[in-house]
């Protein structure tokens, strides 16, 4: 406990923007978030006082952040298995859990555990070889999608792969290059979805509406809530797939699961739904909540590692819109400028700017519109982000 406020310490693995609005959200609840940040221009070591510094692979660096934490989460996933392991060996309180966060650090592991659950997803195979892959792809039909195990996001770490000749090329050479592989098959893909859940160590859940992610090379540019013209029966499985993948896994803390919505011509309304990835943690798909639903992903994340009753998870407005802020090419009106003419255009949008250095195509923000018709607020949403990002609405 923090001896000046009598309320949790929460100490969280990595510095990034999820840290950042995580911060935002303890400041209400009075509590005290610790963040290990590699380097003094970190996000969330811009705004948060309780700051240390360390790389989140050395043991030594955990062991001396989690001193004095009451609970330590985490804003990414890459801490090694191994030395979550190590310190819940050593009494440190850590959500996830190692057990539950490796099938979101790993996809062939999540691939057989989701198997074994019977939960809906591609087909899929690991790859030892090429000729794994150029099977596979016989197997099923081409083109198929090849994947790192570990350490893709954002399109990273993801091949879609066209006939048997261009998988034998790379396969071998990310193979040799130590590159762990699964292959999936391309699905007859209708459009991306995602749902959280909030999970407490006593059990409760709490879930959100599911909403539609709009990707661009490879990148979410918005997410729309509540996913439109969704059949509510198919909103109701993904819900009650969410919850029961983070209670059979043991998640506390967020668990995100993004979805594919495919064509079937054999399923009610002539879809279904099957898994694509997991996180465990507050994501891009729950940035909304900030302002469009009752309590956001972030405060969520801080109830349940603390074992707090979960909030209300309803919308504030019946549509909110969310789209990302993505870095444009350098020069051109200064970021001050343009949110002074954004806000005179558009004083209903809410603007996070994460505090990042600009690269095209990185996240460094995103932006939130609420109101009632879908087309009007997601075209607000979106002039608001293209301003921010190169100083036009066009």
Avoid at 88 to 97: D, H
Wanted: aromatic share 4%; hydrophobic share 45%; with cysteine.
């Amino acid at each position: 406990m923090d001896s000046r406020t009598g309320l949790p310490v929460v100490g969280m693995v990595g510095g990034g923007q999820l840290a950042r609005m995580t911060h935002q959200a303890a400041i209400s609840l009075g509590q005290s978030l610790r963040v290990l940040a590699l380097t003094p221009d970190d996000g969330a070591a811009l705004v948060a006082a309780d700051v240390q510094y360390g790389d989140h692979t050395d043991l030594t660096a955990l062991r001396t952040f989690a001193k004095g934490c009451d609970v330590v989460t985490f804003d990414h996933e890459h801490v090694p298995t191994e030395h979550i392991r190590a310190l819940a060996g050593e009494g440190v309180k850590l959500f996830p859990p190692a057990d539950a966060l490796v099938h979101a650090q790993d996809k062939q592991v999540m691939r057989e555990r989701l198997g074994a659950l019977g939960a809906p997803s591609p087909a899929w195979r690991p790859v030892g070889s090429p000729a794994d892959l150029a099977a596979f792809g016989d197997e099923v039909g081409w083109p198929v999608m090849l994947k790192a195990a570990r350490g893709g996001y954002d399109g990273r770490g993801v091949w879609p792969v066209t006939d048997a000749v261009a998988a034998a090329d790379l396969a071998e050479t990310l193979l040799a290059g130590g590159t762990k592989l699964i292959v999936e098959e391309r699905v007859a893909l209708r459009r991306e979805l995602a749902v959280q859940v909030a999970r407490s160590p006593f059990g409760q859940v709490a879930v959100y509406p599911v909403v539609e992610t709009v990707q661009r090379d490879g990148i979410c540019v918005e997410v729309l809530a509540p996913a439109p013209s969704l059949p509510e029966e198919l909103a109701v499985a993904a819900q009650q797939l969410a919850i029961d993948l983070a209670t059979e896994l043991g998640v506390v803390g967020l668990l995100a699961v993004e979805l594919f919505e495919v064509a079937d011509p054999a399923a009610p309304g002539g879809s279904r739904i099957v898994v694509n990835e997991l996180a465990m943690r507050p994501h891009n798909s729950g940035h909304w909540t900030i302002e469009g639903a009752r309590t956001s992903q972030f405060e969520q994340h801080l109830r349940a590692v603390l074992d707090y009753p979960m909030g209300d998870t309803s919308l504030t407005a019946p549509v909110v819109v969310m789209a990302n802020v993505l870095g444009g090419e350098s020069g051109g009106m200064p970021v001050d400028e343009r949110l002074h003419h954004l806000f005179a255009a558009e004083p209903t949008a809410r603007v996070h700017l994460y505090g990042k250095q600009v690269r095209p195509g990185r996240k460094i923000g995103h932006v939130t519109v609420l109101g009632a018709d879908l087309d009007e607020v997601r075209g607000r949403a979106a002039r608001a982000a293209r301003w921010l990002r190169d100083g036009t609405g066009e």
